[in-house]
């Protein structure tokens, strides 16, 4: 077992099946040492959990945990094209874009979501990033949140 699959298994986390696109994209590509994912929805079982704004349909705390699903969806994406997550050295930067109510000023916390499982997955060395939450009106199939990632890998 390689080291990231332990740490999964340690976690109770399993990495799912790469999302298909919803549109005309890739779910990820490689740029020199880089892996660039598309925005990933939260999909579970290839159904978003819920749909709607943060701030008033989707509660914050349901929306970090969305946010934690996006991401595990963005890491498939990069397993994807690189093979093993084993090969990540870098886990450079973070989008996060949190569908919310214009009064809703909570989006960081959101983006924790992301945050936090990548540091659990891949430790504070590699797993600390530069990070963007960003507040939007709409996103894809009305989804509450969508998660990019920008991976450094050998």
Same mark, same amino acid.
């Given at each position: 077992m390689s080291r990231i699959e332990s740490r999964l298994a340690e976690l109770g986390i399993s990495i799912p099946s790469v999302t298909k696109p919803v549109a005309a994209y890739v779910p990820a590509v490689i740029s020199g040492h880089l892996v660039f994912t598309a925005g990933q929805l939260?999909?579970?079982?290839?159904?978003?959990?819920a749909t709607g704004k943060v701030g008033d349909a989707v509660t914050a705390e349901d929306a970090v945990g969305y946010a934690r699903t996006a991401?595990?969806? +963005?890491? &498939?994406?990069?397993? #994807?094209?690189i093979g093993s997550l084993d090969r990540v050295t870098r886990v450079v930067k973070v989008v996060v874009f949190v569908a919310?109510?214009?009064?809703?000023s909570g989006?960081? +916390?959101? &983006?924790?979501?992301? #945050?936090t499982v990548l540091g659990?997955?891949?430790?504070d060395e590699i797993g600390q990033h530069a990070r963007s939450a960003v507040g939007v009106a709409v996103l894809p199939l009305d989804?509450?949140?969508?998660v990019e990632l920008i991976l450094e890998f050998a």
């Open positions: 939260p999909f579970v079982d290839g159904a978003l959990p991401v595990l969806n +963005a890491l &498939a994406a990069a397993q #994807s094209v919310s109510t214009p009064d809703f989006q960081p +916390a959101v &983006a924790n979501g992301a #945050s659990d997955i891949f430790g989804a509450p949140v969508e």
